[in-house]
Nanobody, 127 residues
């Protein structure tokens, strides 16, 4: 069982930056793929990024490539999402996820979601 708690959301102007954090409980954090998803009002939850535990490979959704960076600190049981050059269309509730299945490319998580979820943190980007 993995419990996830997100933090770092807030209001930011377009072009600004935010860093989201996700603190995980559980002794096996280092063996889970960790990801970020987001859900805008009236829309489905979308894949944003994932970082695998073996080798730390990362995969991103096209809308965030080059602007967002996912990273993890296994010693702190924490995964981060650095978001730069934010746009109003990035406004959403951002969810942290964890999955014991490792799959390269990111499309697996885009299709299936993740096994465990946090409650989300709201990011609002004003124009």
């Amino acid at each position: 069982q993995v419990q996830l708690v997100e933090s770092g959301g807030g209001l930011v102007q377009a072009g600004g930056s935010l860093r989201l954090s996700c603190a995980a409980s559980g002794r096996t954090f280092g063996s889970y793929a960790m990801g970020w998803f987001r859900q805008a009002p009236g829309k489905e939850r979308d894949f944003v990024a994932v970082i695998l535990w073996s080798g730390g490979s990362t995969y991103y959704a096209d809308p965030v490539k080059g602007r967002f960076t996912i990273s993890r600190d296994n010693a702190k049981n924490t995964v981060y999402l650095q978001m730069n050059s934010l746009k109003p269309e990035d406004t959403a509730v951002y969810y942290c996820g964890a999955d014991s299945i490792e799959s390269s490319g990111g499309s697996y998580y885009d299709r299936h979601g993740m096994q465990y979820w946090g409650k989300g943190t709201l990011v609002t980007v004003s124009s």
